[in-house]
């Protein structure tokens, strides 16, 4: 396998191809294979720009259907029938039945661009400069998603200062010994605090890259009554939590609060190709024509899958509760029998957004080289990489979950050498 142009030529900021050294050929729902022949299983999904598995031969064929009839490819913001197509879905599947009156903009097809939006739109709507974010959140790599990204090795390499934000604490980062939200309260009230009243804060109901950490329902709700308390916007990052990760479309629906803003990207076009959302409610659209823009905002094949997907899986609620539930049942049910045989080891996520974190932060890297080894794609997530990430696509078929996890328990039980209880099945009975 000729690996020699990817190490000459492609700078040294890639990262993924050096963990897992291999050249891929093939991708079919949850496998991915190399040039090699060997098959991988695939347990990180893109990092959730794959949820529904590579080549979903639904969603292929409406994408082939499409480029072959000479229909516009790109459009900047132009009226196309498939942008139509995909903004009457979306309303109609996804807005409407949730009760949600939300402006929809495209924002440019990425994850971080969908964040640069929404925080320019809060500063202008609301006139303030000031962002709150939180420990450990991950919002991309463009300088305003950086000042609200914790990670300090990624903030670093903005090279200027990263200003007008400040981080408070997420949930449970004082492992509940002191009050949430007292501070924050505190500091809103006080006009000596000194901290500036925030246009917005940003918020991931889970926080993907920065450990899987799963804020609790409670904790998002207070969130959001103090915000509403104090007229500062919310924001949820919905890029990585988002289009059905956590086990429901949006991740903020069981919390039982409405974001005034919400970033929505990896997954919304459901074949992995770039397209973002900024959902904003109706009175906060105050943009101007044209003074938000960007050349890629029209991605047609993207409405084009975006629109068979919603209308594939989200068009009722059977996938959610069916396929959907039994799938995360299964992998939370392996989790916690895996955690349970190891000193220490604790489930973490929600969802099919799911985590084990181990005492020793040596050993998530090692599993996830292990399992590479075993033919399993897996991330590891955290600021020190602590924390064995498991991602697989929603659509991942019941014996190809625990084969997944298989990989996963044995690992886990040869590089801590502990006897690890995995039995398909049982977990699952008791998760249920
Ligand atoms: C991936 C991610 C982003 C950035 O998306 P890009 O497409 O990489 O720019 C932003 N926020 C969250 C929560 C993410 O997971």
Redesign the pocket.
């Known amino acids: 396998m000729d690996t020699t142009v990817f190490t000459t030529i492609e700078s040294e900021v890639r990262s993924y191809s050096r963990g897992w050294p291999t050249v891929f050929t093939q991708a079919k729902g949850a496998v991915q294979t190399a040039e090699d022949g060997t098959e991988y299983l695939d347990f990180f999904s893109g ?2 720009a794959l949820n529904y598995g590579h080549n979903h031969p639904l969603l292929q064929k409406a994408l082939v259907e499409y480029l072959t009839s000479d229909a516009p490819v790109h459009s900047l913001d132009m009226m196309t029938p498939a942008k139509r197509d995909f903004l009457q879905t979306f309303s109609d599947v996804i807005l409407k039945p949730r009760g949600l009156d939300y402006k929809v903009m495209f924002p440019g097809p ?4 969908t ?1 640069e939006a929404a925080l320019k739109l809060a500063r202008k709507v609301t006139g303030r400069q000031h962002i709150l974010s939180f420990t450990n959140a ?4 463009t300088l305003g ?1 950086l000042s609200v990204t914790g990670n300090s090795m990624k903030r670093k390499g903005a090279g200027i200062p990263l200003t007008n934000s400040s981080k408070i604490p997420y949930d449970d980062y004082f492992n509940g010994e002191t009050e949430d939200f007292m501070w924050l309260e505190r500091v809103l009230e006080d006009s000596g605090s000194g901290v500036d009243k925030p246009a917005a804060i940003i918020v ?1 109901t889970v926080q ?2 920065g450990g899987v950490r799963a804020a609790r329902l409670e904790w998002l709700k207070q969130l959001s009554d103090l915000c509403g308390k104090h007229e500062i916007l919310l924001i949820v ?1 919905d ?3 988002g289009c059905g990760r956590t086990g429901s479309f949006f991740s903020f629906e069981e919390a039982g609060f409405t974001p005034d803003i919400v ?1 929505v ?2 997954s919304i076009s459901g074949y992995g190709l770039p397209m ?1 959302l900024t959902l904003f409610r109706s009175e906060l659209d105050v943009w101007e024509p044209g003074e938000h823009n960007g050349t890629f905002r029209g991605n047609n094949p993207a409405f084009v899958t975006a629109t068979a997907t919603l209308k594939e899986f989200w068009a009722d609620d059977s996938f959610q509760k069916g396929q959907l539930a039994e799938a995360i049942a299964t992998v939370h049910g392996a989790l916690e029998q895996i955690a349970a045989s190891v000193d220490g080891a604790s489930v973490r996520g929600r969802g099919l957004l799911a985590g084990l974190h181990f005492a020793d932060t040596e050993v998530a890297n090692k599993v996830a080289a292990e399992s590479f080894r075993n033919g399993l794609l897996v991330e590891t997530s955290g600021p020190d990489d602590e924390v064995l990430k498991l991602m697989p696509a929603l659509t991942t078929p019941k014996d190809q979950l625990e084969r997944g996890m298989g990989i996963i328990a044995a690992a886990v039980a040869k590089v801590t050498g502990t006897d690890v209880a995995y039995q398909p099945g049982a977990g699952a009975l008791a998760a249920a």
């Not at 990425?110 to 661009?113: D, E, L, M, Q, V």
């Open positions: 990092a959730g990425t994850g971080t661009n964040v991950f919002h991309g790599m998603s991931e993907g890259e990052d890029v990585q939590a970033c990207s990896k973002a």
